[in-house]
């Protein structure tokens, strides 16, 4: 009998999460030189990361030899300001995926079972399974959250919901009277986890005010990111704000430094660079716009996105990748979701944007 064989069997089932093909991978696999390479397929921002953020990455570097603030006062303050909440209300994550694990680690446990939709984030089962609980996954309603459906699934031994608005992949948005609505119907004692990691891609039409919605239930935990709109995939740091009593357990089984002294300083800049964060909506809604016209103009059928990134339907979505990827262009397949005849592409620079949609035209001929 081997050490591997001695985990517990729901560890040993679990399928690990694929992210999105590295630039420099595909620069080996295809002996394409890394600078013509076009990355579309991980969500991130076409613009980098802001001036502000940057300057105070770089001036974080003067003291890594120190240990980062555990308790990560700077960026609380500037996020308690910003959000119009108390520090205690916020816990502070490895990027967001951290702080969905900290979810599970605080709230499930064999025996118990987290709610969630189909075409969703491929990290809630992931979150949900490694602690032994159980998934249950709702069908999906035109590829988004079935909202009745989803409450009708809760059992007795459900603890957590789990809801991504925008959806990734699909792009799919609920409204926030439906989503308000949903709120006053789930039962107290279970914990709706509204993933909010585009929420700052939503146009003014679709905004609603989830933060004002923690004075009313204390079971709702809304969860943030860095990684998108303000360009800081690379140092990760995402943030949940909930209920003190929720944020008090999910801070016990947080690890002491979970979040970098760089990427705490470049955070705290990045709150305040809002020409920064308008000019990144700008050019994901130019980009949007002259992505979902080319498809139309191929034929192809696309699902309406409220994010940085648009799902698209190829059939072939194998042939297609490897043609797209033979180009040096690189998107997202999401066979993995259960979407085998679709992909994925991230909104880029208005360059990158065309570079693809010629690759994909001679993909598709």
Same mark, same amino acid.
């Given at each position: 009998?081997?050490?591997?064989?001695?985990?517990?069997?729901?560890?040993?089932?679990?399928?690990?999460?694929?992210?999105?093909?590295?630039?420099?991978?595909?620069?080996?696999?295809?002996? *394409?030189?890394?600078?013509?390479?076009?990355?579309?397929?991980?969500?991130?921002?076409?613009?980098?990361?802001?001036?502000?953020?940057?300057?105070?990455?770089?001036?974080?570097?003067?003291?890594?030899?120190?240990?980062?603030?555990?308790?990560? @006062?700077?960026?609380?303050?500037?996020?308690?300001?910003?959000?119009?909440?108390?520090?205690?209300?916020?816990?502070?994550?490895?990027?967001?995926?951290?702080? $969905? %694990?900290?979810?599970?680690?605080?709230?499930?446990?064999? /025996?118990?079972?987290?709610?969630?939709?189909?075409?969703?984030?491929?990290?809630?089962?992931?979150?949900?399974?490694?602690?032994?609980?159980?998934?249950?996954?709702?069908?999906?309603?035109?590829? /988004?959250?079935?909202?009745?459906?989803?409450?009708?699934?809760?059992?007795?031994?459900?603890?957590?919901?789990?809801?991504?608005?925008?959806?990734?992949?699909?792009?799919? @948005?609920?409204?926030?009277? %439906?989503?308000?609505?949903?709120?006053? +119907?789930?039962?107290?004692?279970?914990?709706?986890?509204?993933?909010?990691?585009?929420?700052?891609?939503?146009?003014?039409?679709?905004?609603?005010?989830?933060?004002?919605?923690?004075?009313?239930?204390?079971? $709702?935990?809304?969860?943030?990111?860095?990684?998108?709109?303000?360009?800081?995939?690379?140092?990760?740091?995402?943030?949940?704000?909930?209920?003190?009593?929720?944020?008090?357990?999910?801070?016990?089984?947080?690890?002491? @430094?979970?979040?970098?002294?760089?990427?705490?300083?470049?955070?705290?800049?990045?709150? /305040?660079?809002?020409?920064?964060?308008?000019?990144?909506?700008?050019?994901?809604?130019?980009?949007?716009?002259?992505?979902?016209?080319?498809?139309?103009?191929?034929?192809?059928?696309? *699902?309406?996105?409220?994010?940085?990134?648009?799902? @698209?339907?190829?059939?072939?979505?194998?042939?297609?990748?490897?043609?797209?990827?033979?180009?040096?262009? *690189?998107? +997202?397949?999401?066979?993995?979701?259960?979407?085998?005849?679709?992909?994925?592409?991230?909104? /880029?620079?208005?360059?990158?944007?065309?570079?693809?949609?010629?690759?994909?035209?001679?993909? $598709?001929?």
């Amino acid at each position: 009998m081997s050490v591997a064989s001695q985990a517990p069997d729901y560890i040993r089932a679990i399928s690990p999460y694929q992210p999105g093909k590295p630039i420099t991978e595909l620069a080996r696999e295809m002996a *394409i030189p890394e600078a013509s390479i076009v990355k579309l397929a991980s969500n991130e921002n076409p613009l980098g990361m802001s001036p502000l953020a940057r300057d105070a990455a770089l001036g974080a570097l003067g003291s890594i030899e120190r240990y980062p603030d555990g308790n990560g @006062f700077a960026l609380k303050q500037a996020l308690s300001a910003r959000l119009g909440v108390k520090a205690d209300q916020l816990v502070l994550g490895n990027g967001s995926n951290d702080v $969905l %694990e900290l979810v599970a680690r605080a709230f499930l446990a064999p /025996g118990h079972s987290a709610v969630f939709s189909r075409y969703a984030f491929a990290v809630y089962p992931l979150a949900v399974n490694a602690v032994g609980a159980r998934g249950i996954e709702v069908p999906a309603r035109r590829y /988004g959250h079935d909202l009745d459906a989803m409450l009708a699934a809760i059992r007795t031994d459900t603890r957590v919901v789990f809801i991504a608005n925008p959806n990734n992949p699909t792009g799919t @948005f609920i409204g926030g009277d %439906e989503l308000e609505a949903f709120l006053t +119907r789930v039962p107290a004692d279970v914990l709706v986890v509204l993933d909010e990691a585009y929420t700052e891609y939503l146009n003014p039409a679709q905004r609603y005010d989830s933060i004002a919605w923690l004075a009313r239930f204390p079971n $709702l935990l809304v969860s943030r990111t860095f990684s998108k709109a303000y360009g800081l995939a690379g140092l990760r740091v995402g943030y949940g704000i909930a209920h003190p009593e929720v944020a008090d357990l999910m801070n016990r089984v947080r690890q002491p @430094f979970n979040v970098s002294s760089v990427a705490l300083a470049a955070a705290t800049a990045a709150l /305040g660079d809002e020409e920064f964060l308008a000019q990144s909506a700008r050019i994901n809604e130019r980009g949007m716009a002259q992505i979902t016209e080319a498809l139309a103009e191929l034929g192809l059928e696309w *699902i309406p996105s409220a994010g940085n990134f648009v799902t @698209f339907k190829v059939g072939d979505s194998a042939t297609i990748n490897a043609a797209l990827l033979r180009q040096g262009v *690189i998107v +997202r397949p999401i066979g993995g979701y259960g979407m085998p005849e679709w992909l994925r592409v991230s909104i /880029g620079l208005p360059e990158e944007n065309n570079r693809f949609i010629a690759a994909l035209r001679q993909a $598709l001929a």
